[in-house]
């Protein structure tokens, strides 16, 4: 089955405390993204990497970093969490089939920091 | 820059009402359009797509017609169940960054 999954789903953590999202396809993907969702925000776009080892800023980086060793995985990592990085973040991957590109997302993390 | 704007929520309706999201875009080039919907405690599915003017998506009873004259992609269904009750974001595309731009979203209620 085509999906991409995170983990952890949940977690809470305290101020300071680096910690690590981690993002895998099985579609065997180029394009991988994270974005979080606040509320009356809707989702904005944290990293994107077009393919391994070529990452780039989204519209909201601050306080992330990515990594792109293999092209399954794309780790959401933050080296010391915030309040205001509580959110509820998504994975996403894509490719282009018949020239249509379609986004497919992650379940999601919610992420609580104290 | 580019950006999408979505109606105001909540919306709450009786099953078998008709339903209209409206949706609006500004975006250099020529956008790919999308709806996405987002059931309780679920990451977000696409529902339907358009990627050129005067394109029609549709899917589950849901459609929405991307105009660029009027620089919308509106979604309606004649008649919304329950089980339809979540959070629709309008996104577009555009550029070479695969980069989703989304509105704000809306929060449907349908009640029996």
């Known amino acids: 089955e085509a999906q991409v999954t995170q983990n952890p789903r949940y977690l809470i953590t305290v101020t300071g405390k680096k910690l690590t999202v981690t993002c895998s396809q099985n579609?065997?993907?180029?394009?991988m993204s994270w974005y979080r969702q606040d509320p009356g925000l809707g989702l904005r776009q944290i990293y994107y990497s077009m393919n391994v080892e070529v990452t780039d800023k989204g519209d909201v980086p601050e306080g992330y970093k990515v990594s792109r060793k293999e092209k399954r995985n794309f780790p959401l990592i933050l080296e010391s969490p915030s309040p205001n990085q509580t959110s509820l973040y998504f994975c996403?991957?894509?490719?282009?089939?018949?020239?249509?590109?379609?986004?497919?997302f992650g379940p999601g993390t919610r992420l609580l920091v104290l | 820059g580019n950006s999408v704007t979505q109606m105001e929520g909540p919306v709450t309706l009786s099953e078998e009402a008709f339903l209209t999201i409206n949706c609006t875009y500004t975006a250099t080039g020529y956008p790919s359009l999308f709806w996405y919907v987002q059931y309780p405690g679920e990451g977000l599915q696409l529902l339907l797509k358009a990627t050129k003017a005067d394109d029609k998506g549709s899917n589950k009873g849901f459609e929405a017609t991307y105009r660029k004259e009027t620089t919308s992609f509106h979604l309606e269904k004649g008649s919304v169940q329950v089980s339809d009750s979540a959070v629709y974001f309008c996104a577009l595309r555009s550029g070479a960054n695969s980069k989703l731009t989304f509105g704000k979203g809306i929060t449907l209620s349908v009640r029996p």
């Open positions: 579609m065997n993907h180029e394009y």
């Open positions: 996403a991957s894509s490719a282009r089939a018949g020239g249509v590109e379609t986004q497919y």
